[in-house]
């Protein structure tokens, strides 16, 4: 198989789950992949969990295969199962139809609910079956799903729900329309009780489902190939209006910023595990040298004489230096079992942000950070860490996410500044950045900006509002860069290095001043020579100011961020 390959996890193998679909499998029968055509045998599909092993294409499971390679075995216990029948319409052989889709299915309906065990962590769980009338969603299915919710934030349970669907059931009408409000009443409820929901969508998940619970999660997850969108297939012919052929599918939607993540099948329980396992804030083993800080945070300027030649300039060459770690270099190495999420949910993933989930020491944290690119390609991709306002939103879905399970968050700052031209302007970039700063301050969590190289106005304060700032000490922090500020005010770039002087740019400007609360120190050449190095010096005193945090009641934090920043600087007589 071509996709995906990393195996599951926590007391159950792949092997142990295809094992489980040999049983009653004719081993002459074969089956026609619908995507490349090849005939495959059935009982090797089977083990290779519904997956084709020459294209990848992900065939359609029943809801009782999906928990039997979701759940632990034997874990799962039905809820909800004896909900009656419901023809509210007494819609013409509304009935018989339902009559015989429970028969073909040995379903209820076309969902089953409970709770089960993944690696041994109790979750609620639903699971959709696209074979009762297409999955569509009327008064039952709805009523599960919101029992569903409303009892797992009743028990303090984790949620997770896979959906296959057509959308809202014809034959009940405006009762069904109204199921999509009632289930998203219930996600609320859930997000009331700070407990998270992870929304799975497989082929296919089309309109009532897809604009409400579906769409709701705190992460979103697809199957490869998936076939979802608002409108399914008839609704469009019906129309007659025209759609691009790859418009409704997993992909495209993850383009657009929909999506946190598409994953291949054989991987999807082991990225639930560490989902869940993160949200219940499950601690990972620390590393032994953790507490080993003293030499990693510096937070006393250092004094500077009046006739010693500034470092202002040399500071900005070196936080620009192409070697220099990037957000991803240092989450590579200090941050472990670390998921990227993306996208903000409503226009597109932004590269040059990334955002995401791991253990910082044992510690869950998520993590947000501007990022460069090496080659030209991946420079142009990430806007050179110039983010545009899909990435400030998403950079605040993901701190959302983890205020409400009560993650702390560390913020890595390395951008000349935000982007400013057409697109950004037209899809917001000052409300993003506006945004961001004001609900910050809201966040009931620790949160740690650092500074790791370039410190560019709007574009960095975007993320930078926090409990303890900090700065790498060849970094620099800055209103505008030092270029911009001498072309505006002397109408000479070329005078940027008396620019970089006078804008006070440095660490221990930047300490004196009052803005950060401590310098990280670097690799004596600078991170750029010891890029190891200096992530466990980073790694050291971001968890030596994290375990600081945590001795203060989060009640506390939003007015104590309030405080650190209303009185950061102040003249010395105020009248």
Not at 123 to 136: K, L, Q
Not at 477 to 502: G, N, T
């Amino acid at each position: 198989m071509t996709r995906g390959g990393a195996g599951l996890t926590a007391g159950i193998s792949s092997g142990d789950i295809r094992n489980r679909f040999d049983d009653d499998i004719p081993e002459d029968m074969w089956e026609a992949c619908p995507q490349c055509r090849q005939l495959l045998y059935t009982k090797e599909l089977a083990q290779n969990l519904w997956v084709c092993p020459k294209c990848g294409h992900h065939f359609r499971l029943s809801a009782r295969q999906r928990l039997e390679i979701t759940v632990d075995p034997g874990s799962f216990e039905e809820w909800d199962a004896e909900l009656p029948l419901c023809d509210p319409l007494g819609f013409p052989k509304y009935r018989k139809k339902l009559e015989e889709a429970q028969e073909k299915t040995g379903l209820q309906d076309a969902v089953v609910t409970g709770r089960g065990q993944i690696a041994s962590m109790e979750i609620a769980i639903g699971v959709m079956e696209a074979g009762f009338r297409g999955g569509s969603m009327g008064w039952v299915v709805g009523e599960r799903v919101t029992r569903l919710l409303e009892r797992a934030a009743a028990e303090g349970l984790p949620v997770i729900i896979v959906s296959a669907s057509g959308g809202a059931r014809m034959e009940e009408s405006l009762v069904s329309l109204m199921q999509m409000a009632k289930t998203a009443g219930a996600t609320a409820k859930l997000a009331e009780a700070k407990l998270p929901y992870i929304s799975v969508l497989t082929d296919p998940t089309y309109g009532g489902v897809m604009a409400s619970y579906a769409f709701l999660g705190d992460v979103i997850i697809a199957e490869p190939g998936a076939a979802m969108g608002f409108a399914g297939p008839r609704v469009i012919d019906v129309t007659g209006m025209p759609i691009g052929d790859d418009v409704q599918t997993a992909e495209y939607q993850y383009e657009h910023g929909m999506l946190d993540m598409i994953v291949p099948r054989s991987d999807l329980r082991e990225t639930l595990v560490t989902l869940i396992a993160w949200c219940r804030g499950e601690r990972r083993t620390a590393d032994e040298s953790a507490e080993e800080s003293d030499d990693a945070l510096r937070t006393e300027a250092q004094e500077q004489t009046a006739d010693e030649p500034s470092q202002a300039w040399h500071k900005v060459e070196l936080a620009r230096h192409a070697d220099r770690p990037y957000s991803l270099d240092y989450i590579q190495e200090i941050v472990s079992g670390f998921v990227e999420l993306h996208g903000d949910r409503r226009f597109g993933d932004d590269g040059a942000i990334v955002a995401g989930l791991g253990w910082l020491d044992g510690r869950p944290v998520a993590v947000i950070g501007h990022q460069k690119g090496r080659q030209a390609r991946e420079r142009s991709r990430r806007n050179f860490a110039m983010a545009r306002p899909e990435g400030y939103r998403k950079a605040m879905r993901i701190m959302r996410l983890a205020d409400k399970v009560g993650r702390p968050i560390v913020t890595l700052i390395d951008t000349p500044g935000a982007h400013c031209l057409d697109e950004a302007e037209a899809r917001g970039i000052s409300e993003a950045i506006a945004s961001n700063q004001r609900d910050m301050f809201a966040l009931r969590v620790p949160v740690v900006p650092v500074v790791i190289g370039e410190g560019g106005s709007g574009g960095a304060i975007g993320i930078g509002v926090g409990d303890r700032v900090l700065m790498l000490e060849n970094s620099y922090y800055s209103v505008i860069a030092p270029e911009s500020c001498a072309a505006i005010l002397w109408r000479d770039r070329s005078l940027k290095e008396e620019a970089a002087d006078a804008l006070r740019l440095t660490a221990d400007d930047a300490l004196r001043l009052g803005v950060i609360d401590g310098i990280v120190a670097e690799p004596p050449e600078g991170a750029h020579a010891d890029k190891k190095g200096a992530a466990q010096l980073l790694r050291r005193a971001v968890s030596r100011v994290l375990s600081e945090l945590e001795q203060i009641d989060r009640a506390e934090l939003p007015a104590l961020r309030y405080g650190k920043f209303r009185e950061m600087w102040q003249p010395e007589v105020v009248v």
